[in-house]
């Protein structure tokens, strides 16, 4: 089953990635002045990206477990074990 609910993490990640890519090209070329922005960048959309994996893997867990809760009800009730049957004397 798709979930494409997950795609905007992956392009925080990417945003984030670029970020550091950006921060190690500004630090290798003597632009200093961009090294504190582009960091800025890589960190917040890790962050970003991290938070929204987090909270759509909750709801998808969420989800699940409701459906299983649902699929429970539907099934017959379950048949005693022959230990669990009370004895009648």
Known sequence: MKNN???PGFILLA???SG???ATAAAAYG???WLATTGL???LGAV???LWFILENRRITSI???WHIGADADTAPRQRA???KPTGS
Do not use: F, K
Request: net charge negative; proline share 0%; no cysteine.
């Open 48 to 50: 970003a990206a991290a």
């Open 64 to 66: 699940d477990e409701h």
């Open 15 to 17: 945003i984030a990635v």
């Open 20 to 22: 550091m890519i950006s």
């Open 41 to 43: 960048i890589a960190a």
């Open 82 to 84: 022959e230990s669990e």
């Open 31 to 33: 632009h200093y002045e």
């Open 5 to 7: 609910l997950y795609w």
